[in-house]
Antibody, heavy 129, light 107 residues
C-alpha cells in the first residue's frame, strides 16, 4: 500500500522560497501524477500543481509563475518550490497523487482520473518575518 | 475556474440519523466529482469518485448521487467516526477545485 511522507521547513520569511519534499513508499512512480494541494482558512483546499512520471507538469494558473514541482525517481520523491512567498502562502501543504490514465473496474469505466488518493500527513508552513 | 459551493456549512445530526450534504458547481462537471472526509488534524481521505463510486474500504452507508451541477453525499446512519468535514471536488476542468466544506457535528 503506497504511503506518502512529507517534510520541509515550517517557517518561511516573506520573499523567500518555500520548499517541501514528499517521499513515496510501497508503490511505483509510473502511471501517476504527483500532486501538491494546500489548505488555508482563507482559501480552503487549493490545487497547486502536479508532475507525471515523464516529467510533464500542470500548474494552477493563479500560482504558475511562482511554483515548480520536480521529481527525483532515483530517490522516490517529488518536491515543491514556491518562490517569493507572502503571508497569503501560509497554509497546510499536502502531497498526494492521482492516476495518470483511465481505467475500468467491474462494469464502470473512468476515462479520466482527477481524484486524489492517498495523501501525505500535511506540513504547516507559516510565512512570517 | 469552476466554483464549488456546499450547503449547509454546518449540519448537526444525532448518531444513527441520516445526513444529506449538497454540492453545487458553477458550471456542468459531468460525472467528474469526488467527495472527501477530513477529521481534525488529519489529511483529507477520499470517499467517493465519479459521483457515486465508493473508494476502497469506504462503508456502504456513504453514497453519492447527482449530475451536471448538483450533487449529494448521503450518510445513511451516522456513526461516531463520521463526524468530520466533508469536501466535494470537481475534476472536469483545470484547475481542479474544491468546495468550502460541510462540517457534520453531533446534535
Amino acid at each position: 500500500q503506497v504511503q506518502l511522507q512529507q517534510w520541509g521547513a515550517g517557517l518561511s520569511k516573506p520573499s523567500e522560497t518555500l520548499s517541501l519534499t514528499c517521499a513515496v513508499s510501497g508503490g511505483s512512480f509510473s502511471g501517476y501524477s504527483w500532486t501538491w494541494i494546500r489548505q488555508s482558512p482563507g482559501k480552503g483546499l487549493e490545487w497547486i500543481g502536479e508532475i507525471n512520471h515523464g516529467g510533464g507538469t500542470n500548474y494552477n494558473p493563479s500560482l504558475k509563475s511562482r511554483v515548480t514541482v520536480s521529481l527525483d525517481t532515483s530517490k522516490n520523491h517529488f518536491s515543491l518550490n514556491v518562490t517569493s512567498v507572502t503571508a497569503a502562502d501560509t497554509a497546510v501543504y499536502y502531497c498526494t497523487r492521482r492516476r495518470a490514465t483511465g481505467f475500468c473496474s467491474g462494469r464502470s469505466c473512468f476515462p479520466f482520473v482527477g481524484w486524489f488518493d492517498p495523501w501525505g500527513q500535511g506540513t504547516l508552513v507559516t510565512v512570517s518575518s | 475556474e469552476i466554483v464549488m459551493t456546499q450547503s449547509p456549512a454546518t449540519l448537526s445530526v444525532s448518531p444513527g440519523e441520516r445526513a444529506t450534504l449538497s454540492c453545487r458547481a458553477s458550471q456542468r462537471v459531468s460525472s467528474n466529482l469526488a467527495w472527501y472526509q477530513q477529521k481534525l488534524g488529519q489529511a483529507p481521505r477520499l470517499l467517493i469518485y465519479g459521483v457515486s463510486t465508493r473508494a476502497t474500504s469506504i462503508p456502504a452507508r456513504f453514497s453519492g448521487s447527482g449530475s451536471g451541477t448538483e450533487f449529494t453525499l448521503t450518510i445513511s446512519s451516522l456513526q461516531s467516526e463520521d463526524f468530520a468535514v466533508y469536501y466535494c471536488q470537481q475534476y472536469n476542468t483545470w484547475p481542479f477545485t474544491f468546495g468550502p466544506g460541510t462540517k457534520v457535528d453531533i446534535k
